[in-house]
C-alpha cells in the first residue's frame, strides 16, 4: 500500500529558488492520457494544493526526448518547482536503464541550473533487469530533489482506476494527484520559509 512520509527533511536544492511558476513535466500520466478534460493528475493537485500549475506533459515522451523539449517547456517558464514524471516509456520501448538514469540526471541538473526545485516522481516496472525504483531513488538522493516513490502503486491493478493497461482514468490520477500533494505542500512551505 501507498505511503508517503517526509523523512528527516530531506536536503532539496534551490529551495529559495526565485521562480514563480510550478511545471508539471512529463509523459502521457502528465498530459492525462484516459481520463477527461480537467481529470489530469496537474489538475487535481493544482486544485488540491492551491497553486496554478502548468501541464508540460507530452504523451509518448521518452527521457531523451524530454530532454530534447526540456529549455522551451519547462525551463522558459521561469519555474520555482518542476515536477518530473519520466521514464514509462523508455521502459516500454526497452531503452537501456543506463541511458534513462544519465537522461533523467541531465533534465534534473538543468532544472537545478535555472534555480528550481525538482520533485521526482518514482514509478516501480516489472523487470528481471536493472531496478527503475532504485534508479529514481539514486537520482533524488545523489541530486538533492524531492522523491515521491512508487507512485502508481496500486493503481493501475485496480480496474476501478485505469482506463488501460498503461494509464488512470479520472479516478486513478486523482489518486496520484493526493499522493503528490501532501510532499508537495511540505516543499511549498519549506521553501517560503528560504526565501
Sequence with gaps: MFAW????SPKIRN?????????AFGDS?????????GEDYPARLAALAGVTIVNAGVSGDTTESALARI?????AQNPR??????????FLRRAAIGDTEANLRRIVRQI???????????????????SYEAMYEGIASDESCLLVPDLLDGILSDPSMHSDDIHPNG???????????????????RADRSR
Excluded at 512520509?5 to 528527516?8: A, G, L, N, P, V
Excluded at 529551495?15 to 511545471?23: E, F, K, Y
Excluded at 500520466?29 to 478534460?37: D, H, N, S
Design 5 to 8: 512520509r517526509w523523512t528527516s
Design 15 to 23: 529551495l529559495d529558488s526565485r521562480g514563480t511558476t510550478i511545471v
Design 29 to 37: 500520466l502528465t498530459a492525462g492520457v484516459g481520463a477527461g478534460p
Design 71 to 75: 529549455e522551451q517547456d519547462a525551463l
Design 81 to 90: 518547482i518542476v515536477i518530473v514524471g519520466l521514464g514509462g516509456n523508455d
Design 112 to 130: 537545478h541550473g535555472a534555480g528550481a526545485v525538482v520533485v521526482l516522481l518514482g514509478f516501480r516496472f516489472p523487470t528481471i533487469g536493472p
Design 171 to 189: 479516478r486513478g490520477y486523482a489518486l496520484m494527484a493526493e499522493r503528490i500533494a501532501g510532499p508537495l505542500r511540505k516543499v511549498i512551505s
